[in-house]
Nanobody, 126 residues
Framework: QVQLVESGGGLVQAGGSLRLSCTTSGRTFSSYAMGWFRQAPGKEREWVAAISRSGDNTYYADSVKGRFTISRDNAKNTVYLQMNSLKPEDTGVYYC???????????????????WGQGTQVTVSS
């Protein structure tokens, strides 16, 4: 079984930055592609970003492209989400996920991942 734990959430002003971390244990981290999702109150879970096993390929939702950066350090079993120029609409619970999505469709969907963290709250004030 794989366990994922997110950290780094908090309260920031609009225009500020946060870096989220997700540390994985239980299996070989480099065996999995990793994704970040978020869920705002009353809304569906939304895909944010994904990164390939090696870290050579990254993908972003249009809403965060140019502001967020996903990266990974396989030696530390950790994936990161650097969030800059934060907006109030970025507010939500952020989740990391591990899996083996095979297509662009599954990469962007919750069902494309097998393991999930418990989430970390990000609140952006206006």
């Amino acid at each position: 079984q794989v366990q994922l734990v997110e950290s780094g959430g908090g309260l920031v002003q609009a225009g500020g930055s946060l870096r989220l971390s997700c540390t994985t244990s239980g299996r070989t981290f480099s065996s999995y592609a990793m994704g970040w999702f978020r869920q705002a109150p009353g809304k569906e879970r939304e895909w944010v970003a994904a990164i390939s096993r090696s870290g050579d390929n990254t993908y972003y939702a249009d809403s965060v492209k140019g502001r967020f950066t996903i990266s990974r350090d396989n030696a530390k079993n950790t994936v990161y989400l650097q969030m800059n120029s934060l907006k109030p609409e970025d507010t939500g619970v952020y989740y990391c996920a591990a899996g083996s999505p095979r297509t662009t469709t599954t990469m962007r969907a919750a069902y494309g991942y097998d393991y999930w963290g418990q989430g970390t709250q990000v609140t952006v004030s206006s």
